[in-house]
């Protein structure tokens, strides 16, 4: 099986990039470890604090967020990072090439229950006009990602990337400490019969969204004809996951609440590079209305509606936001 750096390098991955992506992974093993020491390592639970988003802050999202921020700011081509758990961006090397945003650690409701969790990541080229303390460094689109991937802490830890060319899929080998090749291209059939949403937030949905879950829950003898299949994480690295092994589609909408009018989730560090990740394994993405990585970012911790993966659902979802 291939290493990662050699596959990195075939594919024409500047060398200055490559070493960005190594401490991130670098961060990431360190973490994998300690996740799954689980209570031995004395990581779980939560802190008395809350996040920008007023989440309270598990120990080990603090945790994640250090161990990300300390090593990706010892590295000379990283110019700026952002993070779920900082407020605002942190300046790191004037001359970096590079910028970083990070979700260190996505789907910490798992955390205490031995569930999915992981760490998602985006990398964009730096802008020379501006300085490493500004935020604005991101204000990028989502299709100008130079790579992107995550971390999935699992029964195995695994990590998906794209530099450019396919999303491929690595796994830990812990006995050396490596990621080595397992899935060179991943890819997402046009048509599922699985979806993944939130049922509990139904009765705020908007009408639809109500129309498309009540069409897929009709089956056979319903206007899709066919029967479908419900799975959720509550980590959206896990849902995606699953979508980018098996396909499927993955839907957090935006609904009638007042915090929820643009979603849940998070555009720069959770949206843009899943929805990568997703559309280069053949798979679409879309807020309902307008592609998800043709948007330009307008705030650092911007949400949006997230409608990703199989094709043609993503499609007919849109089709009925649109009538
Ligand atoms: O970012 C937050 C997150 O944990 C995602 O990973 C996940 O998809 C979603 O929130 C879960 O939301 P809910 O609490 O509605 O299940």
């Known amino acids: ?106 789907g910490s409701s798992n955390i205490d229950i031995n569930g999915q969790i992981g760490t998602i990541f985006t990398i964009f080229a730096a802008k020379d006009d501006l300085s490493a303390g500004d935020w604005r460094q991101f204000e990028q689109k989502g299709e100008d990602q130079v790579a992107a991937g995550y971390v999935l802490y699992g029964p195995s830890t695994m990590l998906v990337l794209n530099t450019g060319k396919a999303t491929r899929c690595y796994t830990l080998d812990s006995t050396h400490g490596g990621y080595l090749l397992t899935q060179p291209a991943l890819s997402i059939a046009e048509q599922t019969a699985e979806f993944a949403i939130n049922m509990a937030n139904q009765n705020d949905w908007l009408p639809a969204t109500k129309q498309y879950i009540t069409q897929l829950l009709a089956g056979e003898k319903g206007e899709r004809g066919k029967r479908y299949n419900m799975r959720w994480n ?55 209305k307008e592609n998800i990585l043709s948007l330009t970012l307008d705030t650092l911790h911007q949400r949006v509606p997230v409608i990703s993966g199989a094709k043609e659902e993503v499609s007919h979802y849109c089709s009925l936001m649109n009538s």
């Open 1 to 106: 099986m291939k290493r990662l750096i050699p596959v990195l390098k075939e594919d024409g991955v500047a060398n200055d990039l490559i070493m960005v992506i190594r401490t991130i992974l670098a961060a990431s093993k360190e973490l994998a470890f300690r996740i799954h020491q689980g209570e031995l390592s004395g990581v779980l639970g939560s802190t008395l604090d809350e996040n920008i988003q007023g989440e309270t802050q598990k120990k080990l999202d603090i945790i994640a967020n250090q161990l990300f921020k300390e090593l990706l700011l010892e590295e000379a081509d990283v110019k700026t990072i952002a993070s779920e758990e900082e407020d605002d961006v942190v300046a790191g090397n004037e001359n970096g090439k590079y910028i970083v945003a990070f979700d260190p650690l996505d």
């Open 234 to 288: 509550a980590a959206m690295v896990g849902d995606m996951h699953r979508i980018l092994t098996r396909g499927g589609v993955f839907l957090y909408p935006e609904d009638t609440r007042e915090s929820y009018k643009s979603g849940k989730l998070r555009l720069l560090y959770e949206a843009f590079p899943m929805c990568l990740l997703i559309d280069r394994a053949g798979g679409s993405s879309s807020t309902g």
